[in-house]
């Protein structure tokens, strides 16, 4: 039984989940930051895409690309679409927000 108190026997990651270590609030601000950068830079990116599509195509976007009254290919551009730009979108985000931080602590 002693063995699995043994901290010394498991990872550091896991170790530190068991003792009494303080939670570092500044990690805690960094997520809090970067997450809204993520949702913001999103919701920016899919508004820009509803605007591109209305341009060039001339009707709004699908509201709803499972519908039956939405023909498969308008469905599967609208969903490749929004799913390339609005994933890009949060890594771009993240990643930006992620060294602005950094370059504040410093």
């Known amino acids: 039984m002693e063995d699995l108190l043994d901290l010394q026997k498991i990872p550091k990651h896991l170790a530190e989940l068991v003792t009494?270590?303080?939670p570092d609030p500044d990690?805690?601000?960094?997520s809090v930051y970067v997450t809204v950068a993520?949702?913001?830079?999103a919701l920016l990116t899919?508004?820009?895409l509803e605007g591109y599509w209305r341009r060039h195509r001339g009707s709004a976007?699908?509201?709803?690309?499972?519908?039956?009254?939405?023909g498969?290919?308008?469905a599967l551009a609208w969903g490749v679409a929004v799913g390339a730009?609005?994933?890009l979108s949060k890594v771009l985000s993240r990643r930006g927000m992620t060294s602005v931080v950094k370059r504040l602590r410093a």
């Open 61 to 70: 976007p699908p509201e709803n690309p499972a519908s039956h009254q939405v």
């Open 38 to 41: 993520a949702l913001g830079g």
């Open 20 to 22: 009494d270590a303080e």
């Open 72 to 74: 498969w290919g308008e």
């Open 85 to 87: 730009a609005v994933g």
């Open 27 to 30: 990690a805690a601000s960094e």
């Open 46 to 48: 899919r508004r820009l």
